[in-house]
Each structure stands twice: as C-alpha cells, then as structure tokens.
Nanobody, 115 residues
Framework: QVRLVESGGGLVQAGGSLRLSCVASGSIFPINGMGWYRQAPGKQRELVATITKSGSTNYADSVKGRFTISRDNAENTVYLQMTSLKPQDTAVYYC?????????WGQGTQVTVSS
C-alpha cells in the first residue's frame, strides 16, 4: 500500500515561515518526480513546486523567491520551506509523487496564514 504522509502545517502570522515534509512509503518505488500542490477554499488545486529525481525544480510564479522545494532521495522525503508567508498562501497543501506510471497523493496538511 502506497502512503504519502505530510506534516508541518499549522497557523502562522503573515511574514512567518513553515516547513512542510512528506514521506513516501509502500509500493511506490522507484520514485520519479515529487511535488507540492495546494487548494484554497472554493478554488481548484494548483501547482506550488515540483522537483525531479535529479533535483531540477519548478515553481509557481506566486511563490518564487519565497518557497524552496527539496528532497532527500535516501529518505523518500520531499520538503517545502515556506518563508514570507502571506494570507493568500492559506490552503490545504498536498504532496504528490510518481513512479513513471502512477501519480500518488497525500491526504494534505492545512496551512493558515493570519494577517
């Protein structure tokens, strides 16, 4: 059974920082790409950042310069360091991972940024 488990969400004031983690386990290996997406109330899920197995990254324009995605292939973990958080960053954040055949999703972790 494949599991992606996110952690690190919470409530933070505008301008603050949070670090999200997502650990993959189960019959997912070898993992190819990993990424973070988010969904705010009443909105569609949107890409935040992705990272390939070799470390190439891609970011949504809205988070460039504020968020950093990284991964530890040995620990099957992807991270999202979020700084200078804004109220519009409030959303449920989901990690995903693919193994060239299937894309797997975590359950999500809530991030709330107060003004």
């Amino acid at each position: 059974q494949v599991r992606l488990v996110e952690s690190g969400g919470g409530l933070v004031q505008a301008g603050g920082s949070l670090r999200l983690s997502c650990v993959a386990s189960g019959s997912i290996f070898p993992i190819n790409g990993m990424g973070w997406y988010r969904q705010a109330p009443g909105k569609q899920r949107e890409l935040v950042a992705t990272i390939t197995k070799s470390g190439s990254t891609n970011y949504a324009d809205s988070v460039k310069g504020r968020f950093t995605i990284s991964r530890d292939n040995a620990e099957n973990t992807v991270y999202l360091q979020m700084t200078s958080l804004k109220p519009q960053d409030t959303a449920v954040y989901y990690c995903n991972a693919d193994n060239h055949r299937v894309v797997f999703w975590g359950q999500g972790t809530q991030v709330t940024v107060s003004s």
